[in-house]
C-alpha cells in the first residue's frame, strides 16, 4: 500500500560564485544560475525555468495517471509553459511572473478526453 503522505523536499544552497546554487532533491543535484540580466552567470537554468519545469512536470504526470486511471491509451504528452517577466517592473521583492501560458498537447486520445483531462489538472 502506498504511503498516505508524500512529502517532497529539496534544499538550495549558495555555492560562492554570485548568482550560481546549488538545488538538491535526494540525491539529484541541479545547478541553477540567475540570469545575466540580474548579475548571474546565466548558464545553468533559472529558478523561474525550474519553477515552470515543476509546473509542466506536476500537468504531464497528472494526465498519464489520469489515463492510466481510466484506461485510456494515452500515446504521448507534452505540456509547454511560457512565463512573462518585466524587467523595468517597479515593485518591492523580487522579479515576478507577469503572466504565465499553459499549453497541453496529448495525443492517442480524443478531444474530448483531453479536455476533460486539462479540466481536472485545473481543478487541482
Known amino acids: 500500500m502506498a504511503e498516505r503522505y508524500i ?28 540570469s545575466m540580466a540580474h548579475g548571474g552567470p546565466g548558464d545553468a537554468p533559472g529558478a523561474g525555468e525550474l519553477f515552470l519545469a515543476g509546473i509542466t512536470g506536476c500537468a504531464t504526470l497528472m494526465m498519464e495517471r489520469l489515463a492510466c486511471a481510466a484506461n485510456i491509451p494515452l500515446k504521448h504528452v507534452e505540456v509547454n509553459m511560457e512565463g512573462v517577466i518585466d524587467t523595468e517592473a517597479s515593485r518591492e521583492g523580487p522579479a515576478v511572473f507577469e503572466s ?8 492517442g486520445i480524443s478531444q474530448a478526453q483531453a479536455q476533460q483531462f486539462v479540466d481536472t489538472y485545473k481543478r487541482h
Open 7 to 34: 512529502r517532497p523536499r529539496v534544499k538550495t544552497v549558495s555555492t560562492g560564485i554570485a548568482g550560481r546554487h546549488i538545488w538538491t532533491a535526494r540525491h539529484n543535484h541541479v545547478v541553477i544560475d540567475d
Open 100 to 107: 504565465a501560458r499553459l499549453e497541453f498537447v496529448l495525443a
